[in-house]
């Protein structure tokens, strides 16, 4: 049930993603919820500008979403992804060429972002903020800009307002060291801005909420009203797909996220290099599905310059959400090896699928996964090759019963969260 009052939507993110090809998973989030809070003629977005806040109102903001889903291919189904089809020839046996997407960061759009500069800009569309709907709600589901107090000093200026955020995790303060320098502060700045500027607080785990009032006491910040509301799977992901889809039944395994330090990826190619140099041309495939990010040079190294894994791992990125999904849905095992997580949507989407999942022993995944998941300390290597070598040595198990999180499900609580205000 929507909300009694108006909502403003904050866009500001979605606006800075238009020139990108591939969502994040936050991204995600917030194109969800763009889509639930932007159905009503009283609602809008929000963009915070070097002008100050602007409202962009809500017939003009679906245009916004339509350009954005668009631009990720979320409406492309498998079959035409060229990312995916570059894949399944490796599957199938096809020396390394060529990369078969760029592996490094998303592709710039240079006329997409001028599009974009257009949309902030343009006087006759955007309202000031004073023009906000009396009473309404301000839905904030990024951390963008929250480093920024000031970008929020609008909101004193209309004490009516309810200002509702969306925290996804607090990895850079409990984790500082994957983190680029002055992460952990900024990432304080923002945890700060919403403690002191939220009417309630949506998290998308226990963990990410127990975790976020322990640090407002430690700060002597006040700890707001905290909900937890699981993150849905999106439609490509919700079953039905047959298994083995991707591979024509040669074993392989995918690990999906952007490659940074934080999520483990070295712990893999090690483990797949000491496969490749026992098994020899039996090793099964690993797919690695993210660009490259930050703190990845060790990786990075070795998916360049290591020849033992130059034919048994796949190195891929922008693949469409039908893509992922098949590609998922006909893998031995999705492995998640990070060392810490908010949420962890891959493995839910894998479970989702039925495909097994091979996850670090982690707050976030216990969380997702209950007893649906093999779970594996981190560093324990000999641990990871025992457990690839025995998913491959056997006909591929399917995940059963598992209930994913819907979407329907955590909009509910959210709409709850809001008619509460």
Known sequence: MAPARPVLVDATRLLTRLRHRHPTGIDRVDLAYARRYLARPEDGAVALTRFGARILPAERSRDLLARLEARWRETVPAAADPVLAGIRRR???????????????????PSVHVEAERLLLGA??????????????????????????????WLDRRPDIRPVFFVHDLIPIDYPEYGVPGEADR?????????????AVIVNSDDVGSRLAAHLRREGLPVPSITTAPLGVETAFQGGLAAPSAGAGAPYFVACSTIEARKNHLLLLQVWR??????????????VVGRRGWESEAAADLLDRCPALREPVIEAASLSSAGLAELVAGARALLMPSFAEGYGIPVVEALSLGTP??????????????GHATFLHPLDGTGWRDA??????????TVERYAPPTWE??????????ARL
């Open 357 to 370: 999942v091979i996850a670090s022993d982690i707050p976030a995944h216990r969380e997702v996964a209950g």
């Open 124 to 153: 006759p569309l955007w309202r000031a903020a004073a023009a906000a709907p009396q009473g309404c709600v301000y839905l904030h589901t990024s951390h963008l800009r929250l480093d920024r107090p000031g970008l929020f000093a």
């Open 388 to 397: 690839v070598l025995a998913a491959a040595g056997r006909p591929r198990d």
């Open 274 to 287: 000491e496969l490749a140099e026992r098994l020899g041309p039996a090793v099964p495939k690993l797919v």
């Open 91 to 109: 599957l199938a046996g096809e020396p390394r060429g060529a990369p078969t997407v760029p592996a490094g960061r998303g592709l710039r759009l």
């Open 187 to 199: 990432h304080r700045t923002r945890m700060a801005t919403v403690a002191r500027r939220a009417a």
């Open 409 to 418: 499900a955590h909009f509910a609580i959210a709409d709850d969260v809001l």
